[in-house]
């Protein structure tokens, strides 16, 4: 039975009763009635604590006092019990809401005026964002393509994936942005790649006729990618080559960082001046 009795202690100690009360309250109930003197030396709480300790247990309707010569005590039904310190929990969950809610209103007021305060207002561009090669890359590309107002600077082995970007690059050639396309020699790609360069030419010309500049570069390409109004509000995305490693392995970089753009433009440029063109 002791051991109930200081599990019922711990138990209310957890529903908010502190150590003296939890004793206290879990002997009465076991006992049922007792004087404050029994009580004490059945619980341990000091004679000189008890009578506070039972006043304090009755004014949260633990506690029934009953008058007389000795006062006795005894307690309510812990169905009674139970139900008064959940009342009393959510009072207290209530007035600590309304405080946290009032303290965090004057916190923000107050932080306000000190945010940043003490910073250097300066916001920086990340260098690099890597995007997966493929259906990412691709869609980033279209993105770079309509973002375009000035200038589209290509660079790639055979613009392959022209069909996939086409309608993004027509529209920025009818808004009169510039399109200038560098494409490896086809006298250094394979068989196929050839063929398919061949067909993606064609293809160009159709669809953008003069819109594009086309030359080609007679030796391998260090990178593939595109430049955007590069000067200005510039972007880029680009991947470097990596012979033998299949292109669903390999990660693409975005970047708008303003000086990598204009050096990723000073490379097309000089990659430009080297290169002939695909109408010579």
């Given at each position: 039975m002791e051991s109930k009795i200081r599990k019922v202690r711990r138990m209310l100690m957890e529903m908010g009763l502190n150590e003296y009360q939890a004793s206290a309250l879990a002997y009465l109930i076991y006992l049922g009635e007792a004087k404050a003197t029994t009580l004490s030396r059945a619980c341990g709480v000091p004679s000189s604590r008890i009578y506070d300790v039972l006043d304090e247990l009755a004014k949260k309707g633990l506690v029934v006092v009953k008058p007389g010569r000795p006062v006795r005590y005894s307690a309510r039904s812990p169905e009674d019990i139970a139900s008064a310190l959940v009342s009393e929990g959510i009072r207290e969950l209530r007035e600590r809401l309304a405080g946290l809610q009032?303290?965090?209103?004057?916190?923000?007021?107050?932080?306000?005026?000190?945010?940043?305060?003490?910073?250097?207002r300066m916001e920086t561009t990340?260098?690099?964002?890597?995007?997966?090669?493929g259906s990412t890359s691709l869609e980033e590309t279209r993105r770079l393509?309509?973002?375009?107002?000035?200038e589209i600077l290509i660079i790639s082995k055979a613009f392959e994936y022209f069909p996939e970007v086409s309608d993004a690059l027509k529209g920025a050639v009818e808004r009169?942005?510039?399109?200038k396309l560098i494409l490896m020699d086809p006298f250094l790609l394979p068989g196929?790649?050839?063929?398919?360069?061949?067909?993606?030419?064609?293809?160009?010309?159709?669809?953008?006729g003069d819109g594009v500049e086309i030359r080609f570069f007679n030796e391998h390409l260090p990178l593939r990618g595109c430049i955007v109004d590069p000067g200005g509000d510039g972007k880029a995305l680009?991947?470097?080559?990596?012979?033998?490693?299949?292109?669903f392995l390999r990660e693409a970089a975005i970047t708008t960082h303003y000086n990598l753009v204009n050096g990723l433009a000073l490379l097309f440029k000089l990659l430009w001046e080297k290169a002939r063109s695909a109408h010579a």
């Amino acid at each position: 039975m002791e051991s109930k009795i200081r599990k019922v202690r711990r138990m209310l100690m957890e529903m908010g009763l502190n150590e003296y009360q939890a004793s206290a309250l879990a002997y009465l109930i076991y006992l049922g009635e007792a004087k404050a003197t029994t009580l004490s030396r059945a619980c341990g709480v000091p004679s000189s604590r008890i009578y506070d300790v039972l006043d304090e247990l009755a004014k949260k309707g633990l506690v029934v006092v009953k008058p007389g010569r000795p006062v006795r005590y005894s307690a309510r039904s812990p169905e009674d019990i139970a139900s008064a310190l959940v009342s009393e929990g959510i009072r207290e969950l209530r007035e600590r809401l309304a405080g946290l809610q009032a303290r965090a209103k004057e916190f923000s007021k107050l932080a306000q005026e000190i945010y940043k305060a003490g910073s250097v207002r300066m916001e920086t561009t990340p260098l690099l964002r890597i995007v997966s090669v493929g259906s990412t890359s691709l869609e980033e590309t279209r993105r770079l393509y309509e973002s375009a107002s000035q200038e589209i600077l290509i660079i790639s082995k055979a613009f392959e994936y022209f069909p996939e970007v086409s309608d993004a690059l027509k529209g920025a050639v009818e808004r009169g942005v510039k399109v200038k396309l560098i494409l490896m020699d086809p006298f250094l790609l394979p068989g196929e790649s050839r063929v398919k360069q061949a067909e993606i030419l064609k293809a160009l010309r159709e669809q953008l006729g003069d819109g594009v500049e086309i030359r080609f570069f007679n030796e391998h390409l260090p990178l593939r990618g595109c430049i955007v109004d590069p000067g200005g509000d510039g972007k880029a995305l680009f991947l470097v080559e990596e012979p033998g490693i299949p292109l669903f392995l390999r990660e693409a970089a975005i970047t708008t960082h303003y000086n990598l753009v204009n050096g990723l433009a000073l490379l097309f440029k000089l990659l430009w001046e080297k290169a002939r063109s695909a109408h010579a």
